[in-house]
């Protein structure tokens, strides 16, 4: 199939026009893995019932691996990170099949990490191109904000108030109001660095709206009244602004959007960060956590088996289940996602899952040097580091060890680290030419 001879530069920010002619002209594959991303983030399906009548993303999940194998640009992409995503599966299968104390409960929800699995290699091997790479980045970064810019619109429009359910998100991963807020932690420091990388290149309306990209998630976080994401928020505008901070226009716009931040947020959002650690809600996660610690140590190689913290919870600590069911106690998952590792699979597992963030940061970090891609690459680049950072420090108090937010990003900086490589060597041939 002939290629458009489009080159990344031609789509900056939002040429939508050219964007689509290079898309057209790409193989099923690539298009396939766009439509999962599509109706991932957008679910299209949620928003029009009438949709709703087949399961979309996992028949573009079969149709991607099936136009893998037909696209002759798509090769196996070697990276450490696959090492460490193979050892991990096959840790987690062992705490499926193997080991669970509970198989039923284990077998239930394997598919919640293992289609992660899936989507992690097919999109480091057909996402290969930085033209792919563009495309691919733009779907999620526009699909991720129009969720922060419908969520925080309803925020503003009951008046910046309180309430104890937060913001909804569109049916899925991101209904919840802790999820939606660690969405938007993924989103807003690649909105952000993808805005200043690009703020120069566009015209006034495509600066705006990049602006809102970025604003907007900010907003969400401060409705979803989750504290553990508003932690990770400060604890992100810290990590981002520390070399800047001494220097007087970016002291002045920390200190401006700090203000602003605190000045929006609820004061029922205040007081209970105020109770933190004295109130039900904190009691219960913390014997979440402390018993989570006992299962790991009593089943230090194994854990007690895939999502079955609760059945053994429930079995062995029933009186340290503050809220109630029916007179029975009844619990949750354990509100931590290194607790969730753990107690799913032990130690190894979660030894392996800390490497797996690991190489996210040193991923980024090392692609934020790169001279081989253009300026908005790197600058996603640094975005997904600092969003997988987001997830981390929410992490602590929610259980998404297996929602998207880590597996994408890993996926999207694997793909770059990817492109990068093969645009090194481009310019590496050139040069010997």
């Keep these: 199939m002939k290629q458009p001879n489009l080159s990344v530069e031609d789509f900056y920010v939002f040429k939508i026009k050219n964007m689509w002619t290079y898309f057209k002209g790409q193989h099923f594959a690539f298009k396939m893995i766009c439509c999962y991303l599509f109706v991932e983030f957008v679910r299209p399906q949620s928003i029009f019932p009438v949709l709703d009548f087949l399961p979309w993303a996992f028949i573009f999940i079969i149709m991607s691996m099936v136009g893998a194998f037909l696209d002759s640009s798509v090769k196996w992409t070697s990276s450490f990170a696959n090492v460490l995503m193979i050892i991990f599966s ?31 290699f097919l999109i480091i091997n057909i996402v290969n191109t930085k033209e792919r790479f563009y495309i691919f980045a733009m779907i999620f970064l526009i699909a991720a904000a129009k969720i922060a810019m419908g969520t925080s619109r309803s925020w503003v429009m009951r008046g910046f108030s309180f309430t104890s359910w937060g913001l909804m998100g569109p049916s899925g991963y991101f209904q919840n109001s802790g999820e939606l807020a660690i969405l938007m932690l993924v989103l807003f420091p690649f909105a952000y660095y993808f805005y200043q990388a690009t703020k120069e290149k566009v015209g006034k309306w495509e600066r705006l709206l990049l602006m809102a990209f970025w604003v907007c998630p900010i907003l969400t976080i401060l409705g979803a009244s989750s504290r553990g994401a508003q932690l990770a928020l400060v604890a ?48 219960q996660r913390l014997l979440y956590w402390g018993h989570g610690w006992d299962m790991m140590k009593n089943y230090p190689l194994t854990g007690v088996g895939m999502y079955n913290f609760i059945p053994y919870y429930e079995q062995h600590f029933p009186e340290d289940t503050i809220e109630t069911y029916q007179g029975k106690g009844k619990a949750e998952l354990p509100h931590n996602i290194f607790i969730q590792v753990g107690t799913d699979a032990g130690f190894l597992a979660v030894t392996f899952f800390i490497f797996i963030i690991l190489y996210c940061f040193k991923l980024s970090y090392s692609l934020r040097r790169s001279q081989n891609i253009p300026p908005p690459l790197v600058a996603i680049a640094v975005g997904l580091g600092f969003g997988v950072f987001g997830f981390l420090v929410a992490g602590q108090f929610v259980t998404v060890g297996y929602y998207p937010f880590l597996w994408i990003n890993l996926a999207f900086l694997v793909a770059l680290g990817n492109v990068n490589k093969k645009c090194s060597q481009a310019r590496s041939g050139s040069a010997h030419a």
């Design 90 to 120: 096959l840790l987690i299968i062992s705490a499926t099949f193997v080991t669970p104390l509970y198989p039923d409960v284990a077998r239930k929800y394997f598919m919640d990490f293992f289609n992660w699995v899936i989507i992690y």
């Design 236 to 283: 992100q505008l810290i990590f981002m602004f520390r070399a800047s901070i001494f220097k007087l226009k970016p002291l002045i716009g920390v200190i401006l959007l700090s203000a602003a931040i605190f000045f929006l947020l609820p004061q029922e959002q205040k007081d209970r960060f105020s109770k933190s650690g004295d109130d039900k809600t904190s009691q």
